[in-house]
């Protein structure tokens, strides 16, 4: 009877080892099958990624922004390496300007084989590194993105970081904007391998070639664009401001010559700077403008022929009661009986009261929906800011007034220059653009410029002009002005708004004009945050603007008379 249990205990056993068998057999070769597939064609090839070259950023002349250059990735592998890991450290520091604590700390890691040490380091480097014949450390070709300008342009052009898997990635600015055209598309190469790893000479193999990365042409002028950072750097030291931008554009084909801004960035070494230096300000930080909006809306009046150049204003004698508030003059200066061109070369913001009536809130708001205030103005860099105007409908008297000399409005540069470009280019709007052209190994593409639109009528643009050049031979910043010279143009001082209410003190200074009148070359907006010399434009921002229009003039071929 004993024999007999133990029978059926070793019967039922091995029914139960069998039923094992089958599941486990069930898993490894159905649950299993295709990644243990993969594992074996892991074992049985080697396969490598080719990587793709990045495009590079043009000026429009062709030269580089931004390239891309040979690099390596240095590394170490662990289970080759003869020398203690103290003494490598030792060699390797002060080639690669690394301390050899940390350089150590990375190659005393226990669970670590294969140890990356730095990326993308110099083919000098390598070179010496090589000398020195560590072994067990060795080189992985990268890319490497370099500026052959420094941080000329940086905020235009953005820079190239890392994204969650490690691969290279444009951000901000043109590299984060045209990041899938830079990037072109990498290859790939894969061949039989032996038992160690090694390629099998005659085996079987396929590759799938990389396809380079597009270069960027863009409408960048580098001769503008080196004077306009000189000179906006300078302009921030002497006037004792904490931020300025600048940003040329050419009024008839809205290409982008030049944007620059301070304080700025290195975008080849990014990493030592705070994230708020990658913003571009002149897409992206919104302020109140101030009197450099007058123009915009004396053209909208103009339009709507609610005035003409000879309307007489009959409020500018003194300070206008709106509501509850006193609108007052800049300097506490009244013209009474002045017409429409006096209230522009005056800067009165009792005359643009006056113009903001007789457009009235609804007709207003149109205009400068027009012109572009309150949305995008489709700039082809990445963070463009859209301040949104007071919704339509909801505009009190004192919203009409105030709007009217460019409070109680928030713009970015970018809207600012576009609406006065439109001035320029005879009330034809056109959209700014960075990238003229992409380009690759064989063929080129323009990209399609914007339909050109109306806003306003030839008329009322030729009228407007005439009141800003007017402004520019007789006003507070005549003095500033290149002798012989034909600019249209205006200042703007405009307090700063905090917590409901403007600072005294502090100011924000711009000043736009384009050059010269009857058939513009350019249009250069400039502003500078907070300068300390001065609050008013008319000694900043306006010497400032003609220092670097004095030195585009000849470049651009602009003679006096012009």
């Known amino acids: 009877m004993e024999i007999e249990t133990r029978l059926v205990i070793i019967k039922y056993l091995f029914v139960l080892m069998g039923v094992v068998l089958l599941i486990r057999l069930f898993y490894w070769q159905g649950l299993m099958a295709s990644e243990l597939s993969e594992q074996a064609r892991a074992q049985h090839q080697s396969s490598n990624q080719i990587l793709a070259p990045r495009g590079n950023i043009l000026s429009q002349d062709n030269t580089w922004l931004a390239a891309s250059q040979e690099a390596w990735l240095l590394f170490a592998s662990k289970p080759e390496l003869k020398e203690d890991t103290k003494t490598i450290a030792v060699k390797l520091a002060p080639l690669l300007g690394e301390e050899k604590e940390r350089i150590q700390s990375l190659l005393d890691r226990p669970e670590a084989v294969w140890i990356p040490i730095k990326h993308k380091i110099s083919t000098e480097i390598k070179k010496n590194i090589q000398a020195m014949e560590i072994a067990g450390i060795g080189f992985d070709k990268q890319e490497m993105r370099v500026y052959p300008e420094g941080s000329l342009s940086a905020q235009l052009l953005g820079f190239v970081g890392k994204d969650e898997e490690g691969n290279d990635k444009g951000y901000f600015g043109l590299e984060g904007q045209y990041d899938l055209p830079l990037s072109g598309k990498p290859g790939y190469l894969q061949r039989e391998a032996d038992a160690r790893g090694a390629p099998i000479i005659f085996g079987d193999s396929k590759e799938i070639s990389a396809v380079g990365g597009a270069d960027l042409v863009t409408h960048v002028d580098k001769t503008i664009q080196l004077v306009v950072e000189q000179k906006l750097k300078q302009g921030l030291e002497k006037y004792g401001a904490i931020s300025g ?122 205009y400068l929906d027009k012109f572009g205030f309150g949305g995008l103005t489709g700039i082809d860099l990445q963070g463009e800011a859209n301040p949104r105007l007071r919704k339509k409908g909801t505009w009190n008297v004192v919203d009409t007034a105030t709007a009217a000399f460019g409070q109680g409005v928030a713009v970015t540069p970018i809207q600012m220059v576009k609406a006065i470009a439109i001035i320029a280019n005879k009330g034809m709007n056109v959209e700014p653009r960075v990238v003229d052209k992409i380009k690759g190994l064989g063929w080129e593409q323009d990209l399609p410029q914007s339909q050109e639109k109306r806003v306003i009528s030839e008329t009322a643009a030729n009228q407007v002009t005439k009141m800003m050049i007017q402004a520019v031979k007789n006003g507070e910043a005549k003095w500033a002005v290149p002798k012989g010279f034909n600019v249209a143009g205006k200042t703007g001082t405009a307090q700063i708004p905090l917590q409901g209410h403007y600072d005294a003190e502090k100011t924000n200074a711009s000043f736009v004009g384009f050059a010269p009148p009857s058939d513009p070359k350019f249009v250069m907006f400039i502003t500078l945050k907070e300068p300390k010399t001065s609050p008013w434009a008319s000694e900043t921002t306006a010497p400032l603007w003609f220092s670097i229009a004095k030195e585009m003039f000849p470049y651009l071929g602009i003679q006096p008379g012009d």
Request: proline content about 7%; some cysteine; glycine content about 8%.
């Open 245 to 366: 931008s600048a940003v040329v554009i050419d009024p008839k084909t809205g290409g982008v010559m030049a944007i620059a801004s301070f304080p700025s960035y290195d975008p080849f070494k990014y990493y030592d700077f705070t994230d708020e230096l990658f913003k571009n300000p002149v897409i992206s930080d919104t302020f109140e403008p101030g009197s450099v909006f007058k123009p915009i809306v004396m053209a909208s009046g103009l339009d709507a022929g609610v005035i003409n150049p000879e309307t007489v204003c009959d409020i500018c004698h003194g300070p206008y009661k709106v509501d509850k508030y006193f609108i007052e003059t800049w300097d506490q200066k009244y013209y009474a009986n002045s017409t429409m061109t006096d209230v522009i070369l005056h800067s009165d913001n009792v005359g643009m009261t006056y113009v903001g009536n007789k457009l009235g809130a609804e007709r207003l708001y149109d």
